[in-house]
T-cell receptor, first 111, second 112 residues
């Protein structure tokens, strides 16, 4: 699948701060997924979004499916040390099982 | 529930040897995906199956790579002969009817 534009590429944040990252695409998707990958592990699904405009939370994580269906963002509130990792967005077009992935956002938390 | 299971977790082999990676998808998932992840190229889709049938293998790099899914609970990715540039982490993922893909822990392959 096509590569999505994910930003920022990396970020250093202070513990307790809020974090935002986003993904954009030139194509329309009908599903947006957000994953977190820890070193030596596989990506873990955090949040799945299915409708334009949808806003979904999972604990301190909140993600939104953009109205144009070409973008999505992920917020992490009140970051803690275990939020360190690489976050990937992924989009799925209609009638296709394949996902397109962003290049990832590396989050490092300063204690 | 058990997630996607992959074996082995680590594999070190010499160039020219055959390598077989194994995957057991989540029960009830009807699609299975094989990915390769490297620092340089990120996450690349190699091949995916739907209902045990290969649907898209356009990501398979060369004829040295082959994948099979003989039944709904097992898949293999084989590299024969292996080369140093095949060194990477190989992930298997399975998805449900909503398209949510769940990844296994990966196999770290090193070809010397």
């Amino acid at each position: 699948g096509q590569q999505l534009n994910q930003s920022p590429q990396s970020m250093f944040i202070q513990e307790g701060e809020d974090v935002s990252m986003n993904c954009t695409s030139s194509s329309i998707f009908n599903t947006w997924l957000w994953y977190k990958q820890d070193p030596g592990e596989g990506p873990v699904l955090l949040i799945a979004l299915y409708k334009a405009g949808e806003l979904t939370s999972n604990g301190r994580l909140t993600a939104q499916f953009g109205i144009t269906r070409k973008d999505s963002f992920l917020n992490i509130s009140a970051s803690i040390p275990s939020d360190v990792g690489i976050y990937f967005c992924a989009g799925r077009p209609t009638n296709d099982y394949k996902l397109s992935f962003g290049a990832g956002t590396t989050v490092t938390v300063r204690a | 529930d058990a997630g996607v299971i992959q074996s082995p977790r680590h594999e070190v082999t010499e160039m020219g040897q055959e390598v077989t990676l194994r995957c057991k998808p989540i029960s009830g998932h009807n699609s299975l995906f094989w990915y390769r992840q490297t620092m340089m190229r990120g996450l690349e889709l190699l091949i995916y199956f739907n209902n045990n049938v290969p649907i898209d293998d356009s990501g398979m790099p060369e004829d040295r790579f082959s994948a099979k899914m003989p039944n709904a609970s097992f898949s293999t990715l084989k590299i024969q002969p292996s080369e140093p540039r095949d060194s990477a982490v190989y992930f298997c993922a399975s998805s449900n009817h909503r398209g949510e893909q769940y990844f296994g822990p990966g196999t770290r392959l090193t070809v010397t």
